[in-house]
Antibody, heavy 123, light 107 residues
C-alpha cells in the first residue's frame, strides 16, 4: 500500500523559499503515475499547485507558475516542491498526493494523500 | 482554466436523509470528475472518480452521476460520519481545478 510523507520546515520567512519533500513508500515513483502537490490555507478550500511525472514533465497552477518548481528524484523515490518567494498568503497545509490509475490509463484525480504539513510564512 | 462551481455552499441534512450536492464545470470535462470528502483536521479522501466510480472501500450510499458540465454527488442516507466538506475536482484539462466545497452539516 502506497504511503506518502511530506517533510520540510514548518516556518518560512517572507520573501524566502519554501521547500518540501514527499517521500513515497510502497510504490515506485518510476512508474507512470503522476504525482501532485495540493495546498489548503487555514479554513479554506483545496488548491492544486502542480503535478509531475517521473519523466520530469510538469504542469503548474497558472497563478503560481512563476514561483513554483517541482522535481522528482527516482533514486530516492521522492518528489519535491519549491515555492519562491513566499508571502503570508502561502501559509497553508501542503499535501502531496498520487495520481490515479484505472483500466490501463493514468489519471489526475488523487487516490492517495500524505498527512499534510503546515507551513507558516512569518517573520 | 476550467472553473468548478459547487452548490450549495452549506447543506443542512438530518441523519438518515438524502443529500444531493452539485458541481458545475465552466466547460465540458467529459467524465473526468472526482469527488473528495474531508472531515475536520483530516486528509481529503477520494470518494468517486470518473464521475461515477466509487473508490476502493467507499460505501454504496455514495453515488456520483453526470457528464460534461453538470455533476451530482448523492449520499442516499446520511450517517453521522458523513458530515464533512465535499470537493469536486476536474482532471480533464491542465491546470487541474477544485470546486470551493460544500459543507454538509447536521440539521
Amino acid at each position: 500500500q502506497v504511503q506518502l510523507q511530506e517533510s520540510g520546515p514548518g516556518l518560512v520567512k517572507p520573501s524566502e523559499t519554501l521547500s518540501l519533500n514527499c517521500a513515497v513508500s510502497g510504490h515506485s515513483i518510476s512508474g507512470d503515475h503522476w504525482w501532485g502537490w495540493i495546498r489548503q490555507p487555514p479554513g479554506k478550500g483545496l488548491e492544486w499547485i502542480g503535478s509531475i511525472h517521473r519523466s520530469g514533465t510538469t504542469y503548474y497552477n497558472s497563478s503560481l507558475k512563476s514561483r513554483v518548481t517541482l522535481s522528482v528524484d527516482t533514486s530516492k523515490n521522492q518528489f519535491s516542491l519549491r515555492l519562491s518567494p513566499v508571502t503570508a498568503a502561502d501559509t497553508a497545509v501542503y499535501y502531496c498526493a498520487r495520481g490515479g490509475y484505472n483500466s490501463g490509463s493514468y489519471f489526475n484525480y488523487f487516490d492517495s494523500w500524505g498527512q499534510g504539513t503546515l507551513v507558516t510564512v512569518s517573520s | 482554466e476550467i472553473l468548478m462551481t459547487q452548490s450549495p455552499a452549506t447543506l443542512s441534512v438530518s441523519p438518515g436523509e438524502r443529500a444531493t450536492l452539485s458541481c458545475r464545470a465552466s466547460q465540458s470535462v467529459g467524465i473526468n470528475l472526482a469527488w473528495y470528502q474531508q472531515k475536520p483536521d483530516q486528509v481529503p479522501k477520494l470518494l468517486i472518480y470518473g464521475a461515477s466510480t466509487r473508490a476502493t472501500g467507499i460505501p454504496a450510499r455514495f453515488s456520483g452521476s453526470g457528464s460534461g458540465t453538470e455533476f451530482t454527488l448523492t449520499i442516499s442516507s446520511l450517517q453521522s460520519e458523513d458530515f464533512a466538506v465535499y470537493y469536486c475536482q476536474q482532471n480533464s484539462n491542465w491546470p487541474l481545478t477544485f470546486g470551493q466545497g460544500t459543507r454538509v452539516e447536521i440539521k
